[in-house]
């Protein structure tokens, strides 16, 4: 009207007028019950898993989160499905019924639930009075699954106390600088003058799975700044950076936590499954064994950093060589509490369907539906080109049975990754200017993947609501 009545430069101008607060509230509200919808009709139909989260906002209210992972036509997909506020304490109880609530209310049955991730908390994970114990009650059938992701971070905390010195020192020498304004000025211009490659140091959080290698691999590249800087400040303080056997122990440190990191990253991800995740960490498990041997051997090609720290100090390796190689046997130990190795492969068909010999533990009828797959040079072919979760339900009606138990060994999550994310999300849109939103439809519309259907919801609008 009024590009036709005043021209296009007015209806340019029409176009820089925001819709009222209230309206677009309500368009978000609309579009995240479509996709609600949308999503609650595809799982009344397929088998699904659950993985489960609690946390607390900037406001101090606790929320639950669930993603879920279901089969949609021919592909096994993930999404947001809830993130509801817990009223009260974050018991059990509560956070059962929120999310049998939830279920009953959606029409969905526990039956159709076939897995259930969380990390360790005693609320989730206890047997008898955490969550698990309350849902296997209802649905005995649900494998629960204790996040790798957070077993992995579990399994890396314990150290010597020679070694725990070394880390905390190192983290009270990056806060002595970066928490106080003054000094993280002055420390600046010394590592500007000194031509640093990085631009400053790296705080440490112990909640963050990937920060104590990031804070170490950052002071020992600095050391030097560090060493200077503590030199004029605080002389006492820079003892530990003139001392070889520290900087020595603290590039070992660095190195380490470095390959810690990147198995924790491997971890990481969407769409990640249990074969998978094992074969990660029991190759690491192996290199630890291989790293021993090497620094009993003294030789330092995976250590770039120690192989730097000797170098720069003449230190001899031979005096530190015992508390390294204790630390790597006690690190293979503790990850082979978390994470046992395999002695029972009867799932291994799933992942390798023409491996010759897998399969042998399902019934007769299922081997020979298996050996009439593995015959099948076509779906040889096709097995080299799509998922996995693709792979199975391609066939599900010619081989039905093999597929709807392969698609119950590939629902349920490994780990929380996605509830992280979430939360990450949430932390963004719920700051303290929006202290009192409620989260759960504009949390939906950031991470959801199905999209909302515009057309339908356009048409059932009115064209001039009144106001």
């Known amino acids: ?73 021919t592909v096994i997909l993930e999404d947001f499905l809830f993130c509801k506020p817990i ?81 905390n020192s190192a983290v009270k020498i990056v806060n002595f600088i970066k928490a106080h304004p003054t000094r993280a000025r002055l420390f600046a211009i010394v590592y500007a003058e000194m031509g640093a490659e990085h631009d400053g140091l790296l705080f ?33 303080k820079a003892e530990q950076l003139c001392n070889p056997r520290w900087l020595v122990l603290l590039a070992y440190l660095a190195d380490i936590f470095d390959k810690l990191n990147s198995l924790n990253l491997s971890l990481q991800g969407a769409e ?89 533990r399902l019934p007769v009828h299922l081997q020979e539906d298996l050996i009439e797959v593995q015959s099948d040079r076509n779906l040889q072919m096709q097995f080299n080109k799509i998922s996995l979760g693709e792979f199975w339900l391609a066939i599900s009606e010619e081989h039905s049975g093999l597929s709807k138990i392969a698609v119950k060994v590939l629902l349920p999550f490994s780990s929380s990754y996605l509830c992280e994310i979430g939360f990450s999300s949430l932390a963004v849109l719920k700051t303290k200017y929006r202290s009192r939103l409620e989260v759960e439809h504009n949390l939906r519309m950031a991470v959801a993947r199905i999209h909302p259907q515009i057309d339908r919801l356009s048409g059932e609008k009115q064209p001039h609501p009144s106001h």
């Open 272 to 360: 990640s499954t249990s074969f998978t995740m094992y074969k990660k960490t029991s190759a690491f498990k192996k290199k630890l064994e291989l790293w021993r041997r090497l620094i009993q051997d003294v030789l330092l090609e995976a250590f770039p950093c120690l192989v730097e720290a000797l170098e720069d100090t003449g230190y001899e390796l031979e005096s530190a060589a015992e508390v390294i190689i204790n630390h790597l046997t006690s690190l293979r130990d503790s990850l082979e509490k978390y994470f046992p190795e395999e002695t029972d492969h009867v799932n291994d068909w799933v992942f390798q369907p023409f491996l010759v010999g897998a399969g042998t």
């Open 1 to 73: 009207m009024a590009r036709t009545m005043l021209g296009e430069k007015a209806a340019e101008k029409f176009k820089m007028v925001p819709i009222s607060d209230t309206t677009v509230c309500r368009r978000i509200s609309d579009m995240s019950e479509d996709i609600h919808r949308q999503l609650i009709a595809r799982l009344k139909s397929s088998l699904f898993a659950l993985q489960l989260d609690e946390a607390t906002d900037l406001s101090k209210e606790a929320h639950l989160i669930a993603y879920v992972r279901y089969c949609h036509k």
């Open 204 to 236: 440490h959080t112990e909640v963050r799975w990937l920060s104590r290698g990031k804070v170490l691999n950052r002071i020992f590249e600095l050391r030097n700044e560090v060493r200077q800087f503590l030199l004029d400040v605080d002389p006492y």
């Open 87 to 167: 009223k009260g304490h974050a018991t059990s109880a509560a956070l059962f019924d929120i999310l049998n609530d939830f279920l009953c209310s959606n029409d969905l049955n526990w039956e159709s639930c076939v897995g259930i991730c969380t990390d360790g908390a005693p609320s989730m994970c206890g047997a008898r009075a955490g969550l698990k114990g309350k849902v296997l009650k209802v649905a005995p059938h649900i494998l629960w699954t204790h996040c790798m992701i957070h077993r992995e971070a579990l399994a890396v905390r314990n150290m010597d106390r020679e070694l725990g010195e070394v880390l």
